[in-house]
């Protein structure tokens, strides 16, 4: 009774805040509302409010803050971790309010926004003044970049621009008793004391609410130079790698390796014409923007020329119009018609010190197989960064829920030093699995960032730890 | 007398930890240990310990922790703001026997050190292994990586290769308690829950002491092209710097701008020729190393003809050599002569939002020339990275405590939302003027953060805040 008036309480205060309109509670809360793009199902929530500024987050936190109600922080909800599933009895706090693009400083080579600004309307405004915002994932056109600061998100040019964080110069953050956060640094040098920002880019939503923030642009980018190339292991395409960043100063866009498995099983699910042979260990699509393509190529062929020299690739095409460019990526985003066609598929995110990746894969691959020997497996990823992509399935006949898939691949992950999670985040998804990455020393002192920062634990509760 | 007690026991103890050897007091703390390259004064120390690994330093913290005594750790003491001078009463934690480079992985493009590594070992390691650690200061030959990661030092490249925190994969800290905290990544992605390291880099140590350290490297390079240029005005220079970038695909390595002032006086004080007239209002520096600078001139030079075209260039003159390269960073470099025929000098190290330096420049000379008329100026810096130095004095006859001339600067850098310290950090030099640059609840974040971390304030107390 006493939690019924109370939580009728918050309510009544909510709409006062937010205004009617941007208030659903019950049933109105919209079912998209109510999960991610994990299948991780979270509880009932209380209410779902969408402010349309700073200082009304403030105020909602307040509010939660002092009836001891937990918060979850949404925004385009494409997380694949089950970060932003609602806890039970939680206010949903959307960002899609916050959704202005505030300033466009050419001459500094920066972008004000609010959280709740769409990545893909962020990318377009960006060329539109002559200029790029070099971050990209597939979800470009829901994500929110609140929640791409919020995980860190990686995406498929990291090698070359680095993940969210290093994209970020300033940001505002509301706190868990409502404290704004002014951090809205606009240099990439401030070494005025600690850079208080890093506490909240990867935090998930747990140590605070992201409200706006100063993001870092690129040159615009006239097009690309790339190359599909076969490799016979994983040695020579780390070699590759670094043959390529030496001779082309690092300008490398994108390094995406796929095994045999994936190159096979991409062109029989999507029905592409393989540019090179199917009979090689190791393919990897080497990509390198530029400012005129054209002119770029007769050094990116050099460089190709002498990595054969070096006998570090077997086959290669080289892309002759920004069109091929277009087939090979086609071929690293054909994993998405591999995944509708296995499903229920396990997916990893995984990241390994980069000299060790074959051996562990090649470690995960037989033991996978050796316990269970039906499981299909394609191997793939952002092998520049370290990181890389697993997928396993369909499950449903091998084991049904997984753990037993996740347990042998992480337990491998352990030994190697790597990852549970290159770049989605923990989540509730990983929660299982962080302590196979972190230190017990480490997971402590996140305990004790958490208690610090938000002492009633009332931000996105249960998430991550 | 209890506390003299209290004293010679914790002494006792800290012999036992660390080793006769590596325990002064008294008048065998040699000089140096006393104060860095700042003219800030610090207190009279307790003790000097040079620990030799990870162990003792934890050992030392915990018996610090355990008699409530201040720490103070050192590295080079090459710093600029007071960050490493002794507090009253208290141990000096040297980090100089923690100097081995433990690992150097070429395939992952990372090496291991200890904190106490010098830099300049650093960078012969790297090269010595074909790749490059492109960190760099004038203090490489005695500044420690440790000091540069506590301190998120610049230096002459970040404009390519970011700060020393886009330089660190993982750490390893101690913490207050005497804690080890292992943070030792290997990845540049790994969004396995918050990134703890960058708690403690630029925290000047006071919220931990850093004992080792995983390093990313960069390829090596094999030379570079560079082109003294003279531009007619700031907005030129920023647009300079805007094509380079684009027609260069962010290959430019340096972009360091000198006003006519600076380009007049190092002129006179080192007698070298004058590449390009002394009559512009200013000349940029711009390099771009590469893997093969013959290779890239025609790419470069066709990006300084376009410059030309659009009338981003007045007069220009490209390095012919690595010679010619090394000549026009004397221009640069040779503010060390004016340094020191001009002292004493208050030298500032502020950064701005790019777009608004020329005319904040204009400004701060403006607002001295009319409150010190006798006062010389020289304004010079790594303009690309939004940092600007001043280098104001003699200040002998015009503001001997140099107090109103860094109220005036610091004045005006606050209304741009400027930073008091770019690179060099607060230390106790700046702690005035942090306030300046940080908002109420910053700073109030960062005492929080300074009770939840250091309860006992034992850490490099009186620094910073």
Redesign the interface.
């Known amino acids: 009774m006493q939690r019924e008036r109370s939580t009728a309480g918050l309510v009544t205060a909510l709409e006062r805040v937010v205004g009617a309109s941007q208030l659903k509670v019950g049933n109105d809360i919209p079912d998209v509302a109510l999960r991610d793009w994990s299948d991780e199902l979270g509880g009932t929530p209380l209410a779902l409010v969408t402010p349309r500024h700073t200082d009304a987050v403030a105020a909602v936190m307040r509010l939660c803050h002092g009836y001891d109600t937990p918060v979850v922080p949404q925004g385009g909800r494409s997380g694949l971790a089950g970060g932003a599933v609602p806890s039970e009895g939680a206010v949903l706090l959307s960002l899609a309010g916050l959704d202005r693009i505030e300033e466009i400083?050419?001459?500094?080579?920066?972008m004000v926004v609010g959280a709740g600004c769409i990545l893909q309307r962020i990318q377009e405004a960006a060329l539109d003044a002559g200029l790029s915002f070099p971050l990209d994932l597939g979800a470009r056109g829901s994500c929110q970049i609140g929640g791409n600061i919020a995980?860190?998100a990686?995406g498929n040019r990291?090698?070359r621009y680095?993940?969210t964080?290093?994209l970020v110069l300033g940001l505002e953050v509301v706190l868990a008793d409502g404290?704004?956060?002014?951090?809205m640094?606009?240099?990439?040098?401030?070494?005025?004391?600690?850079?208080?920002k890093?506490?909240f880019?990867?935090?998930e939503g747990t140590?605070g609410v992201i409200t706006r923030a100063v993001l870092k642009l690129?040159?615009?980018v006239g097009g690309a130079n790339a190359a599909l190339v076969a490799v016979a292991d994983f040695?020579a395409a780390?070699g590759l790698l670094?043959h390529a960043?030496?001779?082309?100063?690092?300008?490398v866009t994108a390094f995406e390796l796929m095994w045999n498995d994936y190159y096979r099983a991409v062109l029989a699910e999507t029905g592409q014409r393989a540019p090179v042979a199917p009979d090689h260990a190791l393919y990897a699509l080497i990509e390198m923007?530029?400012?005129?393509a054209d002119?770029?190529r007769p050094?990116f062929e050099a460089m190709l020329e002498t990595a054969f020299e070096a006998e570090l690739v077997i086959d290669a095409a080289v892309a002759q119009s920004q069109r091929e460019v277009e087939a090979f990526w086609s071929l690293r985003d054909g994993v998405a018609e591999i995944l509708s066609r296995r499903a229920p598929t396990i997916n990893f995110d995984v990241?390994?010190?980069?000299?060790?990746i074959g051996e562990c894969v090649d470690e995960i691959r037989a033991a996978l197989e050796a316990a269970f020997p039906a499981l299909q497996l394609i191997f793939f990823g952002?092998a520049g960064?370290?990181?890389i992509h697993l997928v396993a399935g369909p499950i449903t006949d091998v084991d049904p829920t997984g753990h037993g898939i996740e347990k042998t691949v992480y337990e491998i992950i352990r030994t190697y030093?790597?990852?549970?999670?290159?770049?989605?985040?923990?989540g509730l998804h990983?929660k299982p699995w962080?302590a196979y990455?972190?230190?017990e020393?480490?997971l402590a002192?996140?305990r004790?960032?958490k208690r610090?920062l938000d002492p009633k634990g009332i931000l996105n509760p249960g998430k991550?730890?």
Not at 105 to 110: Q, R, Y
Not at 185 to 196: C, G, Q, T
Not at 289 to 292: D, K, R, T, V
Not at 351 to 356: D, I, K
Request: with cysteine; aromatic share 0%.
């Open positions: 400083d050419v001459a500094s080579g920066l995980t860190n990686g990291v090698i680095g993940m964080r290093e404290t704004i956060l002014p951090m640094n606009r240099m990439p040098k401030n070494n005025a004391a600690l850079d208080l890093h506490l880019i990867g935090s140590l690129h040159p615009g040695e780390a670094r960043q030496r001779e082309l100063s690092c300008r923007q530029g400012a005129n002119a770029e050094g990241s390994l010190p980069l000299a060790r952002h960064d370290s990181n030093g790597g990852s549970v999670s290159a770049e989605h985040g923990i990983k962080l990455s972190r230190s020393s480490e002192m996140l004790h960032l610090s991550v730890l």
